[in-house]
């Protein structure tokens, strides 16, 4: 909660605009708030159907360390999905974009995050991004590091380096993941046998499934964000985490494929680099230039967002309203 | 070749930086130029395949006017599918984005642009964005007039305003449309029988194929883009064509779904919102925020590209690495 | 009703098992007849819908000439897909087979009698089998004759060597077809764009909507269905009016493909080629081999069934369940 | 070898007959045998592609205990697809053939025999029928016995009744299968995520593997083709293995599915009943009244055949066209 204040001294002005800012995120989330009744928490594994569906929190960090919070930005959740991108930016900075993108297309497809039909129609079978879960389990079998174990410790790494602190995972939805795995099994097995699956079946997939129970809060992956915003430079640390070009290459896969079957939608209504998890969770970066220069964080800024109940594409309802408000208003929008 | 010249005075120092500018497009484009051979002109009517496939032109119009511009930039071609873009913002600002939206979808497919399958798969059978044929053909329904001749001319005016002159339509290449639209008379006899085509077939497809027929240079389609560029506004007339928000749509498609299914690579390696045709153009729109303020053109610009020698995808092969070297040497990026 | 009984002599012992068969098919109909109420009358046209759902009728022409009727036999309803059997067998008389194979293939699909996915999806786009839309169209521009009303006069001329009057087109329903054609349109335009479409769209159309809207009743189709189960033989007429092959190879498409996607089942559980249309008819051929020495029909018989109320697979719901009774009870099945 | 002959007494006649069958059987088989030469060997596993492609051999059990026989008819094969008949039947006479159909289809599908497609597009996921991968596989884990030794073991004896001998599994093939099944792990968890599995994937792989690897002859799978042209009954034992109504249904299947890809054209052209596997073997019952009077085998017969150079569909060249030459010069025929 304090990293960035720690880090940061700020003028007084800007702590009128920062308590203006946070004014107004706190109207706008209580305003979403009710739509969370639109929507529903995921229900294959118990942690996931037990969360608080009225749960909404939100956090943002400006590249000058502004912080803006509002709701339950301290609620604890997994990434799932949002891990897609940060495994993705590890595995590119083990082997170099090049050789990841030989293993795994960038094109957006349209199909259920868990299709497999185009692995069988579109021959030889490559998987079309690595924001689905053929792609992004071909993607855990790049990981730095030999065993499964060392391959997570990697990416545990990678994250602290950004967040600034040492997250975990979460043991009980690892679990549940691992023993509701079937599809993902299915998934893996098919791209063993097209040869895009470096590792193991069960290696890629504990990997995998792994990242996607890692355990955050709005602000961590708010941290994320921002470093996506500053294309792999991290404004506080002032060093650069890995290359411009795949922080350019993920916030593009962001904008065509980061938010399931409505990944479209968010790039054609909101504009702003997102990508979500089926646990409720959006990890946006809004980078200067997207910045309107009158906005309270007119040099980019991260978001990380937190709202369980999540809508038929597997997005969070009042999560991506909450976003699309927030960009609305501070004129967000890279287009 | 002369209207932003005739209506905007140039410094000196603007004068040399043009001319340093023209100077590196001349060198960029002729180092591009060879790798034509790699592509091959479309075959599937005379007045496609008769095009020199070594033809390769530029035109880049900056925000304040500047014009940079080398090889064949002055060469007519159709507008194909780049005149899906133009047809979706007239449809908008006759109906309202809302209106059209009930109509066709955005959201990208990974699909061929002339497929079929999705509308039956995907129930009820909406066109999934209007990039792609059939969503464009449900979108040439929506023009503004009752005949097909009144909303082909409502679209010339539309072009007009933006491109300062009258363009017109290639007969010959009509009328060779019109002959092979077999396909495509399959598509929209499909979208009649779902109820997502307002007019008749014939009509329709009519209104589209004379579309794509539009003659233009690659000046024309700078322009467009730079109206894209500063969302609906023209800078050189001063006046707001159309609403911002319609703008951002548009960029947004022309992200997610604009340059077939390479569009993913597109985004991913170039970062600038671009709309390709078959016949070998290239739309592209720099916004002002996304250009690097030491360019030549740091208010954001305009590109029109043409080489009609396609790659497998149907996008101009040499314009396609014309554009992303332009993007990289003078960091157009939009993420 | 009374061609056979013209035709042929049949002797006192015959007269009561014939007697005996026609009590026991009224028994069974009237038994299935409340299963009327299980189904739905088509409805895409007005013809279709306004039949009345509770008919249900059916004629049994034995090779020895023996007819057993019941129910509403005698109700006047159009071929629809029945007419599939009809075209092919026509095509194949006036090109040969493998001509017309060249066009069509032979392959159950699993796919929707309109579907058109298939059309894209397996290149060069011939139509897998004569039995679903795609490839009816296909063979309908292979009759006999060159303009539309050729082919149909020969397809007429053809059924009534067949049944033994002359029947004609409901021009109501052809009507009705003709203008909610867009699906069907939609198939012929991309099947005239891979080039196994021979005609014109519109003459292929006239075509196939014509054989479909020809109007039957039960004893026609079982008429047509005894010549089937004689290998193209008229047992009557004792002339043979298509090759042996030809029937064969209709049968069996009739066994794979016959009953639209519940073919399967129907060769399953049924085990006697048939073919159904949406307008309730299910025409059934059963070869004197497969229909056992003590039923009322030993050496084989045709069969046809009307009943309008069809189930989710268009098959008609009490017509599909008599012909499983009386297949079981007379012990009729071709494996 | 011998089992038929040594139950059997022949008749002086019949033995003129049966020398005749086996003179002409003996002169088709090497007129075909040269087109063994446009086919290859399944390449996937060491153990088929290092079968002698030039291999071609058959038998033929008549009902009356006559056995004709030539070329490789010795030659020892694996199941392969050929098994997914028999675990079938096996299936239906543990559960009932109502348990087994709730949990597969018996529709074709036109799709490869490994397709995972239709249980993506197709909701609940059920597979489309038993002859292919999924739908064995299915139907391997509702095999009698517990373990995955005591189903192989009742699949084993299952055999044995028929064949009259013990066959076994051939462990190169079956280890050889378990280390490259990747593809069918995949549809297998696929369907343990949909529910369809009822047994562990590693179990009902191991079951479904080693009955791929069964080890036979072509007069095994004759034999078994003649209780199935017998409906179940063995007319040497004088007992009934399994039900009519199963016999029908799985006939059905072999005609419906039971030839890959290829299968409506085995219908269509042949007419017989039968199984193919990628090793090369074709099973088919010709049922008493699919005979003709005049053929060596009045009362029908199990056929057995066995040449590893396969065609694009999975199906033995040579052995097809001889089953085709076969089927029409003795006028075998279902339909």
Known sequence: MSMANENIQLGQAMQA???????ALHTWLEHYRPYTSNGRCAAYIPALANADPSQLGVTIIGSDGKLAQSGDCEALFTLQSVSKVIGFIAACVEHGAAY?????DVEPTGDAFNSIVRLEVHKPGKPFNPMINAGAITVSSLLGGKSPQQKIDSILAFIEKM?????????????????????????AYYLKGTG???????QALEVYLKECSIEVHTQDIAMIGLVLAHDGYHPFRK???????????????MVTCGMYNASGKFAAFIGVPAKSGVS???????????????????????????GPAIDEYGNS???????????????????
Chains 1, 2, 3, 4 share one sequence.
């Open 239 to 253: 060093e650069q985490l890995f290359p411009k070009e795949v922080a350019k290459l993920a916030k593009a896969l």
């Open 317 to 335: 309802v009042a999560g991506g309203m909450l976003l699309k408000h927030i960009a609305k208003e501070w004129d967000f929008n890279i287009f």
């Open 163 to 187: 967040v600034g602190r040492r997250v975990g995972i979460n043991e009980e939805v690892y679990q549940s993941e691992w023993q509701t795995a079937d599809r993902n099994r299915s998934l």
């Open 100 to 104: 990841v993108l030989e293993r795994v």
């Open 17 to 23: 605009a920062l308590q203006e800012a946070n004014t």
């Open 196 to 202: 895009f699956l470096e590792s193991s079946v069960e």
């Open 280 to 306: 409720g969770g959006i990890m946006a970066a809004v980078p200067t230039h997207a910045s309107a220069p009158d906005s309270p964080f007119p040099a980019g800024c991260g978001i990380g967002i937190y």
